[in-house]
Nanobody, 115 residues
Framework: VQLQASGGGLVQPGGSLRLSCAAS????????MGWYRQVSGKQRELVAS???????NYLDSVKGRFTISRDIRQKMVHLQMNNLKPEDTAVYYC??????????WGKGTQVTVSS
């Protein structure tokens, strides 16, 4: 499985962006799919995830603002980000996890929130 993230960019505070992660190869609903972000010098953190029948989980600081969704048939995972804040600035990565020992990462996409 190869993952390609897109949709990042520069946006003003309060704005919105939609990140997309396109998968090549098999992608099943049983896979854990997650969006992570990383700021230079800090650890990568899990922002949102979706797994199984559609159970989602979010980082506390993005709850109510970000929404993760997936389209298994199109092999896509999206992260809708609304009311963006400067502290959301980071490189965002998507990950697919097939098992405890098999996971795939996409290249990151930069999100910059600044006026």
């Amino acid at each position: 499985v190869q993952l390609q993230a897109s949709g990042g960019g520069l946006v003003q505070p309060g704005g919105s962006l939609r990140l997309s992660c396109a998968a090549s190869g098999s992608l099943f609903s049983t896979y854990f799919m997650g969006w992570y972000r990383q700021v230079s010098g800090k650890q990568r953190e899990l922002v949102a995830s979706i797994v199984g029948g559609g159970t989602t989980n979010y980082l506390d600081s993005v709850k109510g603002r970000f929404t993760i969704s997936r389209d298994i048939r199109q092999k896509m995972v999206h992260l809708q980000m609304n009311n963006l804040k400067p502290e959301d600035t980071a490189v965002y990565y998507c990950k697919a996890k097939r098992s405890p020992t098999v996971e795939y990462w996409g290249k990151g996409t930069q999100v910059t929130v600044s006026s």
